[in-house]
């Protein structure tokens, strides 16, 4: 909370002023009334501690002058003093002051005194809005809840738990585990597993067990952290209110926490979570409540957490990027997804489910993978693992129709090998012009982007294993190359 702290002694001021950082307050300090009047805004301060005694101006007067100007009701003040009688206690009550206290300031007394503020100023601001647009609230709700069934029915209608290919002893571990941590949602679960090898529907299954009950589903929501810009994290998580900051909604958003509450929140990619983010995470996983952005009261949160990521937590907590204690909080459950080439077993089974798949929806008319197909497959590395053999599938299905999936269908799909060594291996050298006249760099970012697709015949997967990101990541900056170049030829 932002407090507006008052009092001409600086000693006393320094001793309230240590407490309340302590708890995490943010204080502006004030040594007299006629300052603390200037500085005073209803908007940036929901709480005023003053002191009583103070020269020229007293803290019963700078309480009166504050419930004088519009948009104080925004505001509590507590007033205290070193001299308490009755009459004193009277005439602050009369100036409006929300409290009254004893110096020396008892800091359990002021502690239980911010929390009751809280609630009040929540309370207040709520109150106030619902009178003012209690219809369009109503409204609002109405839609949104609308909107949020509808989501949960359609994520709960797309998934593919009961249909997922499991070909392997070691996948039938993890899916085994997986039902297991679906009985207790109190567990945090960390999915490690390189690009493609199916983290999310892991993550899926631990969340709708092996049963796909649509009228029961709890709400299952997503969060890509490498998509996201530092600034726009807190945001997402946590929601804010109304007028938190310039350009926000009127009636504040949700964040994930609450759109996931009674069920999943999968935090993708968590190894890019920003350092200062880590530990309000941490909070919220043990306290299991949180505060929105600008928000003044505490909002509880029933939801399981999911993290997945494709580079070892564990070598960011060497490297000092990512908080142990917090490595440790959400490793209470730890899947390792081994990648394609190690269970070798399962490339054709997996390839001729999607064959199946993706010729049953294109009307093509596959029916089996040729011998020397089949060869060249298990041979393959995969390096986009599962995720690559099935777009390799479903464009090989769409792009010919045989009866048999043949050598010619696939091979011009295929890199000889996967990374960055495969260009220079190659020989191949990519090459940008550099024009006189200048060359943004957002340009630069762009064309080095559609080059490395081109050198790795449109695969995102091995282009964002080249580049050194994910490849949602890829896939989100395509999305703004795409919606910019739209809007320029509009």
Not at 407 to 422: D, N, T, V
């Amino acid at each position: 909370m932002k407090i507006l702290l008052v009092d001409d002694e600086q000693h006393s001021r320094q001793a309230v002023l240590w407490f309340l950082k302590r708890l995490n307050h943010e204080v502006s300090e004030c040594a007299s009334a006629e300052e603390a009047l200037e500085r005073y805004s209803p908007e940036e301060f929901p709480m005023v501690l003053s002191d009583i005694q103070m020269p020229a101006m007293s803290g019963n007067e700078l309480a009166a002058a504050i419930k004088q100007l519009p948009g104080s009701w925004r505001t509590d003040i507590v007033l205290f003093t070193g001299h308490a009688d009755l009459s004193s206690a009277v005439a602050a009550l009369r100036a409006g002051v929300y409290d009254y206290l004893e110096k020396p300031v008892n800091v359990e007394e002021l502690a239980a005194v911010i929390e009751r503020i809280a609630e009040h100023q929540a309370l207040l601001r709520e109150n106030k809005n619902l009178m003012e647009h209690f219809q369009d609230e109503v409204r609002a709700a109405t839609e949104e809840t609308q909107r949020e069934l509808a989501q949960v029915k359609q994520v709960v209608a797309e998934s593919i738990i009961g249909s997922v290919g499991i070909f392997s002893k070691r996948m039938r571990a993890i899916a085994e585990q997986a039902e297991k941590l679906h009985a207790d949602r109190s567990i945090p679960v960390l999915i490690e597993g390189e690009t493609g090898t199916g983290k999310e529907i892991i993550a899926r299954m631990i969340h709708y067990g092996s049963h796909n009950n649509l009228s029961g589903a709890a709400p299952f929501v997503d969060i890509n952290c490498a998509a996201l810009a530092p600034t726009l994290f807190e945001n997402e998580l946590f929601g804010y209110e109304a007028g938190s900051f310039t350009g926000s909604l009127n009636k504040g958003a949700k964040g994930k926490f609450d759109l996931a509450y009674g069920g999943t929140l999968l935090l993708d990619e968590i190894s890019s979570i920003p350092g200062d983010l880590q530990g309000k995470l941490l909070r919220v996983l043990q306290e299991k409540e949180f505060y929105r952005i600008g928000g003044l009261k505490k909002i509880k949160t029933d939801v399981r957490i999911i993290c997945a990521t494709n580079t070892p937590l564990e070598q960011g907590v060497e490297k000092g990027v990512f908080r142990k204690d917090l490595y440790f909080r959400l490793k209470v459950a730890h899947i390792v997804i081994p990648p394609l080439r190690e269970r070798r077993e399962e490339i054709l089974p997996l390839a001729r489910m999607f064959l199946q798949k993706f010729s049953r929806s294109k009307k093509k008319d596959f029916t089996g993978i040729g011998q020397q197909a089949a060869e060249i497959m298990e041979k393959y590395a995969w390096p986009g693992n599962v995720r690559e053999l099935q777009n390799v599938i479903e464009f090989a299905t769409f792009a010919y129709n045989d009866a048999e999936l043949e050598p010619e269908h696939i091979m011009g799909l295929l890199q000889p090998r996967s990374g960055p060594a495969s260009l220079q291996e190659q020989h191949r050298i990519l090459e940008l012009p550099f024009p006189l006249q200048g060359y943004p760099l957002k340009k630069y970012t762009e064309e080095v982007i559609m080059k490395v697709l081109e050198a790795h015949s449109g695969n995102q997967s091995m282009a964002a294993d080249y580049l050194g990101i994910t490849r949602r990541a890829l896939s989100y900056r395509l999305e703004e190359m795409r919606n910019e170049k739209e809007r320029g030829t509009e």
